[in-house]
């Protein structure tokens, strides 16, 4: 079965650093892939960055980027240069391949940024 | 291009009665899902499909039915509401298992 775990319910940032939310995952499956979605207060869930179990590299996206440590199975996001805007709820997801379309969220972290 | 549009948006429904919650979307994408949102719970599967004509089970689909007759059509049947399927509902869809969904706007539903 597949489980994603999100431990942090809330995190609070000051603007323009950087802040990491983890993201645990469990799978059997060794073909699998990672997404981090962001939901802001207005409700609508924003796609942020993608992570493949094959992908060598960590995934980047502008000012985000997912810290793959594969044999930890670990996929925390890093947001660096925090903004205002960045405060929402933040959700892990992953999908494992054999699983077809089940893609299988986090609780969550609500981050809030400081000004 | 529309995207994935759910509709009613907002649904107040007295325990018991039954009601569709709609969701279509013009991408031709063969992947469709429908979540629930919780305070604390993140989003829970309810149901998938992989497909027309093509259904599956997510984490918690008791008291949920679903039909995918078409490819832009995936309709969330509740039987018989209970309190506790007051939530807010998302559909979403996808092209492709290893890329992201794309999400409705989604709907939010109140059992008395």
């Known amino acids: 079965a597949q489980k994603i775990t999100q431990t942090q319910p809330g995190m609070f940032v000051q603007e323009k650093e950087a802040v990491t939310l983890d993201c645990t995952y469990d799978?059997?499956?060794?073909?699998?892939?990672l997404f981090w979605y962001k939901q802001p207060s207005s409700g609508e869930m924003i796609f942020l960055i993608y992570q493949g179990s094959y992908d060598q590299q960590n995934a980047t996206e502008g000012r985000y980027s997912l810290n793959f440590q594969k044999a930890r199975k670990s996929a925390n996001l890093v947001i660096s240069a925090s903004q205002l805007g960045d405060s929402a709820m933040y959700f892990c997801?992953?999908?494992?391949?054999?699983?077809?379309?089940?893609?299988?969220f986090g609780q969550g972290t609500e981050l809030s940024v400081k000004p | 291009n529309a995207g994935v549009t759910q509709t009613p948006k907002f649904q107040v429904l007295k325990t018991g009665q039954s009601m569709t919650l709609q969701c279509a979307q013009d991408?031709?994408?063969?992947?469709m899902s429908w979540y629930r949102q919780d305070p604390g719970m993140g989003l829970r599967l309810i149901h998938y499909s992989v497909g027309a004509g093509i259904t599956d089970q997510g984490e918690v689909p008791n008291g949920y039915n679903v039909s995918r007759s078409t490819t832009e059509d995936f309709p969330l049947r509740l039987l018989s509401a209970a309190p506790s399927q007051t939530s807010v509902y998302f559909c979403a869809s996808t092209y492709h298992i290893n890329s992201p969904l794309h999400f409705g706007n989604g709907t939010r539903l109140t059992v008395t």
């Open positions: 997801a992953m999908r494992a391949y054999n699983q077809g379309g089940k893609l299988i």
């Open positions: 991408m031709n994408h063969e992947y």
């Open positions: 799978t059997s499956d060794p073909s699998y892939g």
